[in-house]
């Protein structure tokens, strides 16, 4: 097979491996939306008389061939072919003759990748909010399950003041939950067509770009066509960015079960189904995967800082570059979703040691809490401050374990949990799955034989 842009002369053959990288690989991940988003540019060029509207039941055929191959794995895309945009032409052509060789008119692969990487990135932004909140229902019951499990509450890794496991997880439920903003951004970043803009001047035909918004389900078109190829990089950077969000939550709870899982601090074990052994010392049971999500947090803000730097100190319009900003952002949307989905199995099997909690706590870690006794009964805040400092371990009265019940107000441990973070989970799964039957049905109208 030919490229596209092949007129006949000879291309050096390290330079065509190095030029084309890894896009034979990455685009059988994109194929499927190429070929949906062909098949909406092709309904408009039926529309405007391009294409004749006979051609366009072979093409919905071929289309959904592919689509079908390419949901399998089974679609190839030889090095020959340079990327996926290729080899999906070649097809067409191949099986369909000049009805293959129209397909291409009014757009450029320029269009075609960044068409491609949106329509991927709505799915699978929305796969991986489905997994942070499967992830944070469950931190938010754990939270509720060991609200009452005292254990010491940390600042600079010293002893602060006494806290519980439960609040702990519910803090981590939350934070999670914040992200959520974060990717709803991303996605309607995402979902605006650039179909149209070609290679970023437009093109000499009256092409309806709103149509293949429309047909694509995208929220709205991106207007100015350069625009367009000036987002190429951005939408990945920013999309990564949002992406940053949950897997710094996930590196800092890993960090937080491994410490907690210690032979020294014992207040969790971790089954021996998520954990792995040693080739040399029989005793040990390691928290391999925890290391590992710290790991691949770490990887992906390197991803991030990658698409940035490739991106930004660019001239405007398409540049080669741009390229290498693909593997990032399908990477990246990949590991994120397999964080939050890797934690679980953890968290599910986690064994609690409340008596190792409590056995940890110094005496004086209720000193705060023995400052605040005493200013309830009357004492200036400085002044029993000053007393309690003396001899923190013995100014403590009761059990500093228990201290924690006492801060009641809002959001503190003692409180009962409010309705919170439930409105906002029951808010974010209506919102993932009206955007998910929106775009089912843009497949399901699309490939209709009707």
Known sequence: MSRLWDRGEPLEATIARFTVGRDPELDLRLVAYDALASLAHAMMLVDIGILDREELPGLRRELSTVIDEAKVGA?????????????LENRLTERLGDSGRRIHTGRSR?????????????????????????TTELLHSLGETHREVSIPGYTHTRQAMPSTLGFLFAAYAEGLLDGVPWLVTAFEHLNRSPLGSASGYGVALPLDRQRVADLLGFSR???????????????????????????????RLATDLIWMSTDEFGFVSLADQVTTGSSIMPQKRNPDVLELIRASGARLRARHAEAAN??????????????????????????????????????????????????????????TDEVY???????????????V???????????????????QHLGAPGAKAGSGVRRRLDAAREWVEGRRAAIETVWEALLATS
């Open 75 to 87: 679609f190839p895309i030889d090095l020959a072919d340079e990327d996926g945009h290729t080899a």
């Open 110 to 134: 320029n269009d075609q990748v960044i068409a491609a990487l949106r329509l991927f990135g709505r799915d699978a932004v929305l796969d991986v909010i489905e997994e942070l909140l499967a």
């Open 221 to 251: 078109v991106q207007e100015n066509t350069l625009a367009v190829q000036n987002d190429r990089g951005r939408t990945e950077m920013l999309t990564l960015g949002a992406l940053l969000a949950p897997s710094l939550d996930l590196t």
């Open 310 to 367: 490739l991106y930004a100190s660019l001239p405007a319009g398409y540049h080669r570059d741009l390229q290498l900003t693909k593997e990032p952002f399908l990477e990246g949307l990949r590991e994120t979703r397999d964080l939050l989905r890797v934690v679980r199995p953890v968290l599910e099997t986690l064994v609690v040691h409340p008596d190792r909690g409590r056995r940890a706590m110094t005496p004086s870690i209720g000193a």
């Open 373 to 387: 006794r005493r200013v309830a009964q009357g004492e200036p805040f400085r002044t029993a401050y000053k007393a």
């Open 389 to 407: 400092a003396q001899d923190p371990a013995t100014a403590v009265t009761g059990d500093p374990a228990e201290a924690w019940r006492d801060r």
